[in-house]
């Protein structure tokens, strides 16, 4: 069985081919342009995704060594995301499944990232808790099969990769900052401190800690204006410490508390070497199993879309051309 995916929820164009859960290709076109806004422009993403998909699916087939006519059906994200990069890639995985008169299998975005643990070996035992961190998305996330998955805490706010982005800027660091920031830090120490929201049960807050990093940073440049340009490093460190202690912290309590010990992380911040490590450190400690992907799979990619749509076609679980992208599709309606 053959399946060729589609991913378009933000900025990034991607494609994939899947034979028998296996990934033959995994391209992606990455938009820079939102560079110089600081941040993601819905209608220029959209706009672009326009202009990228045709050339995205053809490499992705021609590195597949595959044709149209061998496709057995079109997988697309359906949402969460953007509306307007949705629809691309939703209007054209439609178009191509009736002109090929192949069936359709819509993808939810977040459990996608969760389903990339199964691209490669080794991979998770069911059932498993999953902590999905990215620029939109704070979960942990107890997954009992490719399909059924159920949310046991999120961020009530803002999102981690967000909170690396917008405490990123408040240093003077380009977009997205989040990478930058975990460079640097590695070159730093973590010597400053700042408030961490502290919340019952498994929830996160992060929109208390950018405003301790904001409110720091005002009161330290009065002393000094030069206070950031000198210290950049170490409050780089600082503040990947801080971000990664909530997040490391709260994984560990689900797992005390489900007595599930094998561990993944996904999405676009599971990228972040200061997190990895971290992780890592923990599991060591307590003789449990960690699970990371690779990194070109825990950013937006199709290859995590052709891997969850899989799953789905095991199940027989197909969409058709009446459903709608859905920008806040929730993970438990998928």
């Not at 929830?203 to 950018?210: A, L, Q």
Request: charged share 20%; net charge negative.
């Amino acid at each position: 069985m053959t399946i060729l995916a589609i991913e378009s929820s933000c900025d990034d164009t991607s494609a994939a081919v899947l034979v028998d859960g296996k990934v033959m290709s995994n391209t992606t076109s990455s938009q820079k342009i939102h560079e110089r806004y600081g941040g993601v422009v819905p209608e220029v993403a959209s706009r672009q995704h326009h202009v990228d998909i045709v050339p995205v699916v053809n490499h992705a087939l021609s590195l597949a060594d595959c044709q149209l006519k061998t496709l057995d059906a079109i997988a697309y994200t359906r949402g969460p995301g953007l509306l307007g990069s949705l629809l691309v890639g939703a209007s054209f995985a439609k178009a191509l499944a009736l002109a090929l008169n192949k069936p359709l299998i819509d993808v939810h975005h977040m459990k996608a990232h969760i389903m990339a643990h199964f691209i490669d070996e080794p991979k998770p035992n069911f059932p498993f808790l999953c902590l999905t961190v990215s620029g939109g998305h704070t979960q942990i996330v107890k997954v009992i099969s490719g399909t059924k998955m159920e949310i046991l805490g999120q961020t009530i706010d803002d999102a981690a990769g967000e909170a690396f982005d917008k405490t990123g800027k408040m240093l003077g660091l380009g977009y997205p900052a989040g990478p930058e920031i975990d460079r640097r830090a590695n070159l730093g120490k973590p010597v400053f401190s700042f408030s961490e929201t502290k919340l019952p049960g498994l929830d996160f807050s992060f929109s208390g800690f950018k405003t301790s990093v904001l409110y720091f940073l005002q009161k330290e440049k009065l002393k000094d204006p030069e206070f950031i340009n000198k210290n950049l490093d170490n409050l780089c460190a600082s503040i990947q410490n801080a971000i990664v202690h909530m997040l490391v912290s709260k994984i560990k309590q689900a797992a005390i508390q489900t007595g599930i010990t094998e561990i993944a992380i996904a999405g676009g911040v599971a990228a972040n070497s200061g997190l990895r490590t971290a992780l890592l450190n923990m599991a060591n400690q307590l003789d449990w199993k960690l699970y990371v992907p690779e990194v070109q799979y825990c950013t937006d990619n199709a290859g995590m879309i052709a891997m969850a749509a899989w799953f789905k076609l095991q199940e027989g679980e197909f969409s058709d051309l009446a459903a709608s992208p859905d920008p806040r599709w929730a993970m438990d309606e998928a």
